[in-house]
C-alpha cells in the first residue's frame, strides 16, 4: 500500500505534468492549419479526463462487460453534438464579461445581485454530493 504522501506527492507531480502538456501545446499548435479541430479534441479531452470516468467504467465493466460504454458515449456525445451550443455560451459570457454560472444567469435577468447569489449557492449545494463521490471512489480505489 502506498503512504499517504506518496500519493498525494505523485497525483501532483501527475497534475503538473498534464498543465505542462496542455502549456505547451496551447504554446505550439501541433496541427496549425487544422483550428477547426480545436474545440473537438478540448471536448474529448475533457471527456477522457473526467474524475469519474475510470473509477466507475472499470468497476462497470468488471461486472457487466459492455455496460460501461454509456459512461464514456454519453458524455463524448454531447460534447461533440451540443459544440454550437457550448460556443453560443463561451461567445454571450465574454460578451457580458462574466466568470461563473451565477454571473451568467444574473446578467440575462437584469444583473441581479441576489439572483446571482441564489444560483451560486444552488450550484455549490449541488456540486458537494458530487465531490463527495470522487473522494469516496478514490479512497476505495487505494484502500487495501
Known amino acids: 500500500m502506498l503512504s499517504g504522501w ?3 506527492a505523485s497525483a501532483i507531480a501527475y497534475l503538473g505534468f498534464l498543465f505542462a ?3 505547451y501545446g496551447e504554446r505550439r499548435s501541433i496541427y496549425p492549419n487544422w483550428k477547426r479541430l480545436r474545440p473537438y479534441i478540448y471536448g474529448l479531452a475533457l471527456v477522457c479526463t473526467a ?3 475510470p473509477f466507475t ?3 462497470t465493466a468488471v461486472r457487466e462487460g459492455w455496460g460501461y460504454l454509456p459512461i464514456y458515449v454519453g458524455p463524448t456525445l454531447v460534447y461533440l ?3 454550437p451550443f457550448l460556443e453560443r455560451l463561451v461567445e454571450v459570457g465574454r ?3 462574466v466568470g461563473s454560472i451565477g454571473d451568467f444567469i444574473a446578467s ?3 444583473k441581479s ?4 447569489v441564489l444560483v451560486t449557492l444552488i450550484a455549490f449545494t449541488a456540486a458537494i454530493p458530487y465531490l463527495a463521490l470522487q473522494y469516496k471512489a478514490v479512497a476505495a480505489s487505494i484502500a487495501p
Not at 445581485?113 to 446571482?116: G, M, N, Y
Open 113 to 116: 445581485r441576489s439572483l446571482a
Open 6 to 8: 506518496l500519493l498525494s
Open 51 to 53: 474524475p469519474h470516468g
Open 21 to 23: 502538456i496542455a502549456f
Open 95 to 97: 460578451a457580458y464579461k
Open 108 to 110: 440575462r435577468f437584469g
Open 81 to 83: 453534438l451540443a459544440l
Open 57 to 59: 467504467g472499470c468497476r
